[in-house]
C-alpha cells in the first residue's frame, strides 16, 4: 500500500505564500507523474500542476506564474510553492502518485486565503 501525506496548508491573506509538501511512502523516482488537485466547495476536484518522471511540468491557467511544482527525488516528495495567493486559490489541496500500476491520493491539506 502506497500512503501519500500533505502537509503546509492553512491561513493566509490573499498576496502571501503557502508551500505544499506530499511525502510518499515509496520511491518516486520511478513514478509516471504526480500531480496537485484541488476542489472547491461545491465545485469539482481540478488538476492544479502536475510533473512527470522526466521533470516536465505544467500549470493550469489560473495559477501561472504564482505556483511552482517540484521534487525531491531523495526524500520521496513533491512540493507546490503557492505565491500571490488569492481569495480564489482556497480549496481543498490533495497530491496525487500516478504509479504504472495505479493511481494513489492523499488526504488532503486545506488552504484558505482570505482577502
Known amino acids: 500500500q502506497v500512503q501519500l501525506v500533505e502537509s503546509g496548508g492553512g491561513l493566509v491573506q490573499a498576496g502571501g505564500s503557502l508551500r505544499l509538501s506530499c511525502a510518499v511512502s515509496r520511491n518516486i523516482s520511478s513514478i509516471n507523474a504526480m500531480g496537485w488537485y484541488r476542489q472547491a466547495p461545491g465545485k469539482q476536484r481540478e488538476l492544479v500542476s502536475k510533473?512527470?518522471?522526466?521533470?516536465?511540468?505544467n500549470y493550469t491557467d489560473s495559477v501561472k506564474g504564482r505556483f511552482t511544482i517540484s521534487r525531491d527525488n531523495a526524500k520521496n516528495t513533491v512540493y507546490l510553492q503557492m505565491n500571490s495567493l488569492k481569495p480564489e486559490d482556497t480549496a481543498v489541496y490533495y497530491c496525487k502518485a500516478d504509479f504504472k500500476w495505479a493511481g494513489y491520493w492523499g488526504q488532503g491539506a486545506q488552504v484558505t486565503v482570505s482577502s
Open positions: 510533473i512527470t518522471s522526466g521533470g516536465s511540468t
